[in-house]
């Protein structure tokens, strides 16, 4: 049995919109196509045709239909220009490859429109370059695993993304990270953005009267969007605030000095840091690294990473607290 309309409209599938996309190309012909025409070429029911002509009108594409021999034959309507996509052979690979990094991402509406956008883009590309990009694909792969299983979650993204467009306040049910507490919380969406494994929604917390970020996965257990409207606070760049803290751990500020050995300080240097302000090269290949960030918890933690190679030299109180730790972890391991 056939899906009901509404799951066509509402969940297309990605053999579905390239069959929708490759009939839309069918009637841009100059003659049109007929109905039987589009039954043999998609090897589809009469019904699914029907189906699709109904989404793509809905879609907004101008599609007409007449009755030529006693056959329904469909075409754009007069003087509409559909538009074409013309792609070279490198341009279309790159678009490849970007679904290939994008691929830690699937499960997400966005991941699922980029895919049908490929779709589209996909059908205007010849077989035999198709052969072609595969040949080349062999020697260039850009792997990404998915972040999280964001199936469970993808609804409340999609909700989130339409309160913040339309910036209506959400009501979130959340369970803390540290604590385990689950609160429910009023808050003003403001963005949402990806870094460090993660998807986060990045808003006003009324609860704790500041900004506040929420991971969409398992401490995300509901999310509903009320009538309520807001005003976004005029101090608020979410550029800004990304860029802020170290990593995407934001909070306290501080002014610390790390010196790195062999072997970490060798690729530490080719990298750039958040909050680092100066690299001052030492003996042996050694080097100490200047912060200067309001995320001391993320620096923390990327000192911890680090391990042996990394010292604490200032401030004091920064050194004790990766000495606390340290002697946290040696207890696990005493005796």
């Known amino acids: ?6 799951d066509i409209i509402d969940n297309p599938d990605e053999e579905q919109v390239e069959r929708q996309w490759r009939i839309l190309q069918a009637i841009r012909r100059s003659i049109g196509v007929t109905k039987q025409e589009l039954v043999w070429e998609r090897k589809v029911s009469e019904r699914t045709i029907e189906r699709d002509i109904q989404t793509l009108s809905r879609m907004g594409f ?22 074409s996509i013309s792609l070279d052979i490198f341009e279309y690979l790159s678009l ?11 499960g997400t509406p966005y991941y699922s429109d980029f895919i049908r956008a490929m779709q589209k883009i996909r059908s205007a590309v010849p077989p035999e370059s198709q052969q072609y990009l595969e040949k080349i694909r062999k020697f260039i792969v850009f792997q990404s695993r998915p972040i999280k299983d964001f199936k469970r979650v993808s609804p409340m993204i999609q909700i989130a993304q ?6 209506q306040r959400l009501e979130l049910t959340y ?6 507490e689950v609160t429910i919380r009023m808050v003003d969406p403001y963005g949402i953005y990806q870094a460090e494994n993660a998807l986060r929604l990045v808003g006003y917390c009324h609860l704790r009267q500041d900004y506040r970020e929420f991971n969409f996965d398992g401490r995300m257990i509901d999310l509903v969007m009320l009538d309520e409207t807001f005003e976004t606070q005029q101090d608020f760049n979410l550029a800004e605030y990304i860029s802020s803290g170290f990593g995407v751990i934001k909070g306290e500020p501080i002014q610390a000095i790390i010196r790195l050995d062999p072997p970490a300080s060798r690729w530490v240097r080719e990298q750039e840091w958040d909050g680092l302000t100066k690299t001052v090269e030492l003996e042996d290949d050694i080097i100490e690294l200047h912060f200067d960030t309001n995320g001391r918890q993320g620096l923390f933690r990327q000192i911890l990473e680090w391990g042996g190679c990394a010292e604490v030299i200032a401030p004091p109180d920064f050194r004790q607290q990766v000495l606390d730790e340290i002697a946290k972890m040696q207890s696990k391991y005493a005796g």
Do not use: C
């Open 175 to 180: 369970k803390s990270t540290r604590s385990g």
């Open 62 to 83: 101008p599609i007409v239909d007449e009755i030529d021999n006693r056959e329904k034959r469909y075409h754009f309507m007069q003087h509409y220009e559909f538009p």
């Open 1 to 6: 049995m056939e899906a009901d309309y509404k």
């Open 162 to 167: 339409k309160a913040t467009t339309g910036q």
């Open 96 to 106: 490849t490859l970007a679904q290939d990094m994008l691929s830690f991402l699937s």
